[in-house]
Every structure is written in structure tokens, then in C-alpha cells.
């Protein structure tokens, strides 16, 4: 196993061992030098849940938590669950299942209702195994609508970390200002910073940026010097090979980061704002 002499945290990837390549992901990625890993629920759909009710969610929560488990054998460090609905989801129900705007908002709250009961109680023999939410909105263009639908589960989505005491990841449109969504955030009582954005570039105003990692986005992060995470988005999606970086590209980058001398960057991403966001202690949680 490489050893980079750092942990090193992939703050958004997807496993599937039923489609995909699963725990193989997993030890490719600690083979890499790769410690830990924040794992989010493939989109509902993907697994073949047409969900109907909020409690329908639980399969695709399950799975996930299943596999957290499995990899916290193989890991030298930990993995957790981000549980959530996906907001792609809410096109699914309207265009497709007959949903009106109102009944698939009502249907996709609920889901993220119960993800929020698994973080507030879902803990295994080393603690708790899912430590945050996934909400988010559209990246697409979509009716008004629905647009409003779906910032009306954004926004529950805020309040419920806001009740559980932990951090939201979004999926949103392409941006580099969340301020809107932070002033949300403001509002429900969950503080800024705990709001993740994924697949975001080196540059974020409002929320905290999950970093896709690659080497231009990554570079922008650093030399910004602001809290920043770094991730892969990796689908585990055998029909989609080459639509994401694979499970080995975070301790890459972290490798390539220390040769260009960005240690600061390499602390900001894999220990300090870990810790400030989901507050994981990344350090404790490495035992080799
Ligand atoms: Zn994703």
C-alpha cells in the first residue's frame, strides 16, 4: 500500500457491488494510499426503487450503510454514509410517474426525512455510520414549478441538519456563488459552512466547495487557502466507465499536491475541514 503520510478523505463517491464494482472500488482506492471515504446512495432509480413512500428510501439506505460497513473492514481509516434524495429524481417523477410539482416535492422531503433518521440513530459497533444528508436542486433547466419544488426540498433538507446537528451535501447547478443557499442555511439554524457543494471547482462563495479533483480546479483550490474538501464523484456505473474520475484519482492528487509543495492545501482538505463540516476527527479515525 502506498502510504502518503497523510489521510486522505474522498468526500463524494458512489459504490454499487451489485452493478458495480463495489469493495474492489474500495480496495483499489486504500491500495492508493486512500484512507477515508464518504459514500453517498446511488439516485434511487439506478437501484431499481420506484419509490412511492419516504420509508421506500430505506433499501437504497440500507444498501449504502451495508457497504460503509464492509469498507470499514478493508480501510485503514473509516467510511460513513451520505444519505439523501437525489434531485434529479423530481424530472423522474414528473415527466415520467404523473407526479404533480407538489406531490413529488412531498414524496422527496419524506425521503430525505427518514435519511435524516438514519443519521440521528443508524450507528454500528464503531459508531455512527451515516453522518450526513444529500439534498440539492436541478443542474438542468426546469419549469418554474418545479424549480420551486425543488428548492422547497433543498430547504428542508437544511433544516432537517439543522434538527440532526449535521452537514448537507448538494448537488446544484454549476456555480461558484451559493450565497442564496447560505442565507437558507442562515435561516434554519445550520451554519454555512456545514453546506457541501459537490462536483464544485477550486472557488466558492457561501458554502463549503467539494472539489472534483482535477489538477486545475485542485490548483485554484490551494492557492485560494480557504476550507475546501476534494472529490471523485465516482459512479460505479460499468455503463458509464469513463463519466467520472475512478476511486484511485484522491491519493493521486494528493500525491502530485505534495510534490508542488501544497502540504497546507493537502491539511485544509483531509483533516481540518473534514473536522469543521461533518465534525470528524480524520486523525483519530487512522489506525495503521
Ligand atoms: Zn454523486
Not at 503520510?5 to 451489485?18: F, I
Not at 410539482?101 to 459497533?125: C, F, H, K, N, T
Not at 422547497?152 to 448537507?168: I, Q
Not at 435561516?187 to 459552512?193: K, M, Q, R, Y
Amino acid at each position: 500500500m502506498d502510504d502518503l503520510g497523510t489521510p486522505v478523505l474522498d468526500d463524494h463517491l458512489h459504490l454499487d457491488s451489485e452493478h458495480g464494482r463495489g469493495i474492489e472500488a474500495v480496495r483499489d482506492f486504500a491500495r492508493s494510499g486512500g484512507t477515508h471515504l464518504l459514500v453517498v446512495n446511488k439516485p434511487s432509480w439506478l437501484l431499481g426503487v420506484e419509490a412511492e413512500s419516504g420509508d421506500d428510501f430505506r433499501a437504497v439506505f440500507d444498501t449504502t450503510v451495508d457497504i460503509v460497513e464492509r469498507a470499514n473492514a478493508i480501510l485503514p481509516g473509516r467510511a460513513w454514509a451520505v444519505l439523501g434524495v437525489h434531485p434529479g429524481l423530481v424530472s423522474k417523477l414528473v415527466d415520467d410517474r404523473g407526479y404533480s410539482p407538489a406531490g413529488a416535492r412531498d414524496l422527496m422531503q419524506a425521503g430525505i426525512e427518514v435519511a435524516a433518521e438514519y443519521v440521528a440513530e443508524d450507528s454500528g459497533a464503531e459508531g455512527d455510520l451515516a453522518v450526513a444528508l444529500k439534498s440539492g436542486r436541478p443542474h438542468y433547466d426546469v419549469s418554474d414549478e418545479v424549480c420551486d419544488a425543488s428548492n422547497a426540498v433543498l430547504r428542508r433538507a437544511l433544516e432537517l441538519g439543522a434538527d440532526v446537528g449535521c452537514a448537507v451535501q448538494l448537488h446544484t447547478e454549476a456555480t461558484n456563488d451559493l450565497t442564496e443557499v447560505a442565507e437558507w442555511a442562515e435561516d434554519s439554524g445550520l451554519p454555512p459552512e456545514r453546506v457541501v457543494k459537490h462536483y464544485a471547482g477550486g472557488e466558492l462563495t457561501g458554502v463549503t466547495p467539494s472539489v472534483m479533483s482535477e489538477k486545475d480546479r485542485l490548483e485554484v483550490a490551494a492557492e485560494r487557502g480557504e476550507p475546501f474538501l476534494m472529490e471523485t464523484d465516482f459512479v460505479d456505473d460499468p455503463d458509464r466507465p469513463g463519466a467520472v474520475l475512478g476511486p484511485k484519482t484522491v491519493p493521486r492528487r494528493v500525491k502530485w499536491m505534495r510534490e508542488r509543495g501544497y502540504d497546507e492545501a493537502i491539511r485544509t482538505a483531509h483533516v481540518s475541514t473534514p473536522e469543521r463540516v461533518y465534525g470528524l476527527n480524520i486523525r483519530e479515525t487512522l489506525s495503521r
